[in-house]
């Protein structure tokens, strides 16, 4: 992980911390609303046999990216928090 160089020249910790956070809320909302979209076996019927572990592994990837993300994104908030003055 690349953290940013605090310093007076730059965007303040505080700034970076608050925007981090609303971009991890933004992730928060949009996996909530997948989570809604999983997938339902009668949503597959009567596609081929597998086609509904197949949508499943597709969302879980889906998922699984947007988990990276915010995980990735909670790191640099508190970074910046813990460097606030």
Request: aromatic letters at 8%; one cysteine or more; hydrophobic letters at 35%.
């Amino acid at each position: 992980m690349t953290y940013p160089c605090i310093h007076m020249n730059g965007t303040s910790a505080g700034e970076l911390a608050e925007n981090y956070n609303l971009a991890l809320s933004a992730i928060g909302v949009a996996m909530d609303m997948l989570n809604k979209c999983n997938p339902n076996g009668r949503d597959y019927y009567p596609l081929p046999v597998g086609s509904l572990e197949q949508a499943i592994a597709e969302q879980t990837e889906r998922l699984n990216a947007l988990r990276k993300v915010y995980l990735q994104l909670e790191e640099l908030t508190i970074y910046c928090y813990d460097r606030r003055k």
